[in-house]
């Protein structure tokens, strides 16, 4: 193909191009009244839809970003393809021929940019698929139709999903591909080829299953391959790498078949491989979807919550499937902390006896697949049920540091009015009275890390405010300086802290094993890293591995006591302040055991202030 594209061409492939149906691919729209429609805007992150299509008038138009155009502009926009590429592929799918023009205006052919490399590049993949389903059947895939077999999958089943096998042999994808009339540099960007060592092009699939993975069109963009042969000393599955079409952060494998039914049932079930999402389909989840390669991210939630419509008013429902196991449990509580607006609801569905989808359905059944779905339990349970299990409940210390633990989970609800179901809910699991989980809960909630009874709300303490600039360093301290800071560190307790990043890499600490058991070193920091259950709290910890100290010279025994005690010197503060209010609010003739506590307490508490204040100023 050489020129441009002639006008009269693109015209017609506006004129025959339904707008709604392209945006429809990717984005799921409702009726916005006189015949127009809206969904939620890829251009941009929102809640509520303000991107508009007008297929009487063939255009979008996005009222929160700006963005908008014609169908052209939109593919353009959202799957970055170039003009050419954009006005090809809308050519393709209205079955029209195009034809092209010598272009006199442009710069000689060989500098002008490639034209339709997207569709180059899907061509290949279609071409590639053809070869690979077809080798199936040949007697060099027995393994792979046995591995198939094996897993419930027939032959109906393989060709639905387009499984194919990549023979034996160094080249054999390549040879046909180069024969069909693909570049080199094509099939290399493509991801189906790469150059040997000694320069000649190789398959990059060798001895494998593979399933093509689609993107929500259906066009093939890449392959997942699963090893076969216990000689291949490859990785269990290899995938295709970043391409210019291909970006794993994106993709779902069966996102092409289930999303008319995600959109349909505003719901989809993520599950964790390519066999897992056959099952469920075939089994009668026809939500599922998997990610590729790579953990369930940011890029993926927004695929996702276009397709659901998720907004405020339009609740879509998140299911991820775990087959009980360490790391999947670990996942769910990632998905946790990545994206609240999807907490209240993601649910958790973990099978029985630790068995994927997959596994499921050969042993129990369709109805058992179903079943796993239906019995999905919100994420927050599943969560506090995780966190809870840490703690020994029979001791009052374990029932205290369990509900310090889980009171921010309960606080990070998004839809607050569940907040007061779940402090009913965990004060049960806890064996513990409401009133105290009730303020746990409240204080997390106001971003203050403790039990201790709330001032108004200003949110929380500000980074560079003096109380975290002297957690920040006692923090460095026993990061830094474990052999010298670590006794002292480890004595002031967790709930002495306020920012709540400050608050969990506090717990990371103990939960490493505490500073004072520490020698130091990368090893330390790793193990303090490790402990950490948020991104945020690690990227922190490298932080404070690193920040010089607040102090001219080597730190010394006086430096931590003085930072320890400034530490606590809030806290403490705030403590006599409530405990003298309450103490005006209670009626010693009615409340004697309560007023004498209280008295008690604070008492002890002026009397620590008062040690804290000599300490803070430098005495040991
Ligand atoms: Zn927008």
């Known amino acids: 193909m050489s020129g441009r594209i002639r006008d009269e061409d693109i015209a017609l492939v506006r004129e025959r191009t339904s707008i709604a149906e392209v945006i429809s691919d ?34 979008w138009y996005c009222f929160g970003c700006g963005a908008g155009g014609d169908a052209i502009k939109f593919l353009m926009d959202a799957e970055h393809l170039s003009f050419v590429e954009a006005v090809e592929r809308l050519a393709a799918r209205a079955g029209l021929q195009l034809s092209y023009v010598a272009d006199d205006r442009s710069a000689p052919r060989a500098s002008r940019p490639q034209q339709g490399q997207r569709q180059r590049l899907v061509a290949a993949h279609a071409a590639a698929v053809e070869f690979y389903t077809a080798q199936l059947t040949t007697a060099g895939a027995r393994t792979a139709r046995e591995f198939l077999a094996e897993r419930g999958f027939d032959r109906a089943a393989a060709e639905r999903y387009g499984c194919g096998f990549a023979p034996e042999g160094w080249d054999p994808l390549t040879r046909h591909l180069r024969q069909l009339g693909f570049s080199h540099d094509e099939l290399v960007t493509a991801g189906l080829s790469r150059p040997a060592r000694s320069g000649s092009l190789i398959d990059r699939f060798r001895r494998r299953l593979l399933w093509p993975i689609r993107d929500l069109t259906g066009d093939v963009i890449g392959f997942g391959a699963r090893k076969l042969f216990a000689d291949d000393d490859g990785p269990k599955y290899l995938n295709t790498p970043e391409t210019p079409i291909y970006k794993k952060s994106h993709v779902l494998y069966g996102i092409d078949q289930a999303k008319r039914e995600i959109a349909k049932q505003g719901r989809v079930v993520v599950v964790e491989g390519y066999t897992d999402v056959m099952a469920c389909h075939l089994a009668g989840v026809p939500t599922a979807v998997a990610t590729c390669g790579t953990a369930f991210g940011g890029d993926h939630i927004g695929v996702l919550r276009r397709l659901l419509l998720d907004t ?12 009980g196991d360490a790391a999947g449990q670990k996942a769910a509580l990632r998905a946790f902390e990545d994206d609240q607006r999807f907490v209240g609801r993601t649910f958790i569905a973990v099978s029985p006896d630790s068995m994927d989808p997959c596994e499921l359905r050969l042993a129990k059944g369709d109805l058992a697949v179903r079943d796993l779905v239906a019995r999905r339990e919100p994420l927050v349970d599943f969560a506090l049920r995780h966190v809870i299990s840490r703690y020994d409940l029979d001791t009052v210390d374990g029932r205290v540091e369990a509900m310090r633990r889980a009171a921010p989970l309960v606080a990070k609800l998004k839809d607050q009015e569940k907040r007061p179901e779940y402090v009913r809910k965990l004060a049960g699991d806890l064996g513990m009275e409401i009133e105290p989980v009730q303020r746990a809960v409240l204080a997390a909630a106001s971003g203050r890390p403790d039990d201790r009874p709330t001032r108004p709300s200003r949110g929380e303490p500000s980074v560079d405010s003096p109380q975290s600039m002297v957690e920040r360093e006692a923090l460095k301290l026993a990061l830094q300086e474990p052999v010298l800071a670590g006794p ?64 001219d010279g080597e730190p010394d025994p006086r430096y931590v006591s003085i930072t320890m005690a400034r530490l606590q010197w809030g806290s403490v503060t705030a403590r006599i302040r409530e405990l003298k209010s309450r103490i005006q609010r209670i009626n010693p003739v009615n409340n004697k055991d309560e007023y004498f506590a209280t008295f008690g307490e604070l008492l002890s508490l002026e009397q620590h202030a008062r040690a804290l204040r000599e300490q803070a100023a430098g005495g040991l």
């Open 26 to 59: 990717t984005v799921t729209l409702k009726s916005a009244g006189a015949g127009n429609l809206k969904g939620l805007c890829p251009f941009h992150d929102e809640k509520s839809p303000s991107f508009n299509v007008s297929p009487g008038r063939n255009v």
């Open 312 to 323: 405020d008013a339009v609740a879509g429902e998140i299911i991820f499937t775990f087959d």
């Open 488 to 551: 002292m560190f480890d004595a002031v307790e967790a709930n002495d802290y306020r920012h709540p990043v400050h608050v969990v890499v506090r717990a990371a600490i103990a939960e490493a094993g505490g500073a004072a058991a520490a020698t130091g070193g990368a090893v330390w920091i790793e193990s303090v890293r490790d402990a950490c259950p948020d991104l945020a709290a690690q990227a922190l910890v490298g932080e404070l591995a690193v920040e010089p100290l607040r102090i």
